[in-house]
C-alpha cells in the first residue's frame, strides 16, 4: 500500500488543492489529506470546519481521506501512519522557495520523501488568502472554490483557532 498526505490549513480547500489531490490519488493507493493547525495563524474557519468542507469535497473520490495532522510533527504524523510521500502543489518560485526547507527536514526527521506536483496553470493565481480576500471585498469566488466552501463563505465561517494557553 502506498500511502501519501497532502498537508495543509485548507482555509478553506479550493479548486487548486482539489486538482493536486486528485493527482495524487491517481500516483499512490490511498492519499491523506491532513488539515493542520498552526496557532501562529490566523484562521477564517475553524478545525472542523476545514475538515468538514474537504470531506463534502472529496466525498466522492476513492481512496482520499480527510482528518486532522494534529498537534505534533507531520514528520511523526507520516512516520505513525506508514506514509510514503507528502505530496505538496507547487505554483512559483516562492512556493519552492517556501516548501524546500520544509522537505528537507520532513526527510531528515523521518526519512519521508516530498514530491512536488506542478500546479495546473489554469489554477497559478489561486491561494487560499486571495480567495478569502476577493470574496470578503464582495468578488465572486464561485469559479475558484466547491460548493460546499461557497456556503460556508456566505454563512461567514466561525471564529478562529484560539492559541492553547500557557
Ligand atoms: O497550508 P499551510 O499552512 O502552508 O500548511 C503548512 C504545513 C501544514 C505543511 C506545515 O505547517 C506543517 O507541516 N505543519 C505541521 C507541523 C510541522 O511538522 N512543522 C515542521 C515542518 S518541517
Known amino acids: 500500500m ?3 498526505v497532502c498537508p495543509g490549513s485548507f482555509d478553506p480547500i479550493h479548486n487548486g488543492h482539489l486538482e493536486v489531490i ?3 490519488a491517481g500516483l499512490f493507493d490511498e492519499v491523506i489529506v491532513a488539515v493542520s493547525t498552526n496557532y501562529a495563524k490566523q484562521y477564517r474557519f ?3 470546519e476545514r475538515i ?3 470531506r ?3 466525498a466522492s473520490l ?3 481521506v480527510v482528518e486532522p495532522v494534529g498537534d505534533g ?3 511523526e504524523y507520516c512516520r505513525q501512519r506508514g506514509v510514503s510521500a507528502i505530496v505538496k502543489g507547487l505554483r512559483s518560485s516562492s512556493d519552492f522557495d517556501y516548501e524546500l526547507p520544509m522537505a528537507t527536514m520532513n526527510r531528515q526527521l523521518s526519512g519521508v520523501e516530498t514530491v512536488f506536483l506542478p500546479a495546473e496553470a489554469h489554477y497559478l493565481h489561486l491561494s487560499s488568502t486571495l480567495i478569502k480576500e476577493v470574496f470578503t471585498l464582495g468578488g465572486s469566488v464561485s469559479d ?3 460548493r460546499s466552501v461557497l456556503k460556508r463563505l456566505h454563512a461567514g465561517g466561525s471564529a478562529s483557532e484560539t492559541p492553547p494557553r500557557g
Do not use: N
Request: aromatic share 4%; hydrophobic share 60%; proline share 4%.
Open 2 to 4: 502506498r500511502r501519501a
Open 46 to 48: 475553524a478545525l472542523e
Open 56 to 58: 463534502e469535497t472529496l
Open 52 to 54: 468538514d468542507m474537504a
Open 62 to 64: 476513492k481512496g482520499i
Open 22 to 24: 486528485a493527482r495524487a
Open 73 to 75: 510533527l507531520l514528520a
Open 144 to 146: 475558484f472554490v466547491p
